[in-house]
């Protein structure tokens, strides 16, 4: 409160950064929704979202924030967005806006829709040649691809993008990728291959175990592996039984 007042941050677009920013590891971790979106209301009420060097940096947190808490919707002015920030180079907040609202088209089961996404983070990725993009809409479309059923698709891309962000770094996209690719494998009926898949998963979840939007894909995927796993047990003891 004393350095709102005494250094009026509300009336900066580098003092709203703070809130922004803040808001973003609330969001991100899953520790408090409800104080992310008092920050991002604070930021809305100083003009972050009027301004186009503060527009994407506004958005993006704005878009993890409802999709974490189910506020599914896409912007009407998604487009203009993106022209704007592409054109001022704002391409680190517009990517992660561009991937959220990809997420939230999953959900919405829009596949057109999230393949707009996929080719706008194309887009930054080539215009300003960011490894972090390509390996985004990895992460995109992997755990997308299951979810639409589209199997093959998923694996191949799954497969790509663990190469390629185990080159990179991206060791928590990684993660979600490789626990897409245990989901796919376990709705084939590959349980063996479903199981060297989530041993991966497993070996990076002690990293990233307090980060909410990671540790849910390993979740699933435990349960189903589990789940696949018990009815391979009951298949075997029924056929015990009738020997």
């Known amino acids: 409160l004393w350095l709102l007042k005494k250094y009026q941050l509300k009336k900066s677009i580098h003092g709203l950064a703070i ?6 590891l609330y969001n ?3 520790v408090s929704m409800k104080v992310s979106r008092k920050m991002l209301d604070f930021a809305k009420d100083g003009g972050a979202d009027k301004h186009p060097v503060s527009r994407a940096s506004y958005r993006f947190p704005l878009k993890m924030h409802q999709f974490m808490v ?12 993106f022209d704007i920030s592409m054109h001022i180079g704002d391409f680190w907040p517009l990517t992660i806006h561009v991937l959220y ?5 999953v959900e919405l089961g829009r596949y057109d829709d999230l393949l707009e996404c996929r080719g706008k983070i194309d887009t930054i990725a080539d ?3 960011n490894s972090h993009a390509i390996a985004q809409n990895y992460r ?3 755990p997308a691809y299951y979810r639409f059923r589209k199997l093959d698709k998923c694996i191949k891309t799954a497969v790509d993008g663990m190469e390629y962000t185990g080159k990179t770094g991206h060791s928590a996209m990684y993660l979600v990728m490789a626990a897409a690719k245990t989901q796919a494998h376990l709705l084939l009926g590959e349980i063996e291959k479903a199981k060297e898949s989530f041993t991966e998963v497993e070996n990076l979840i002690k990293k990233h175990k307090i980060i909410k939007i990671y540790y849910c894909p390993y979740l699933l995927a435990k349960f189903q592996l589990e789940f696949a796993l018990l009815k391979e047990m ?3 003891d029924r ?3 009738k020997q």
Not at 19 to 24: E, G, K, Q, R, V
Not at 101 to 105: H, T
Request: net charge negative; no cysteine.
């Open 140 to 142: 995109l479309m992997a």
């Open 28 to 30: 991100w971790t899953g």
């Open 127 to 129: 215009t300003f040649e």
């Open 19 to 24: 809130f922004l920013a803040s808001s973003t």
């Open 239 to 241: 056929q015990f039984r």
């Open 70 to 81: 189910g506020e599914w919707s896409i912007d009407d002015d998604f487009q203009d967005l």
């Open 101 to 105: 609202s990809g997420m939230v088209n």
């Open 234 to 236: 009951g298949k075997s």
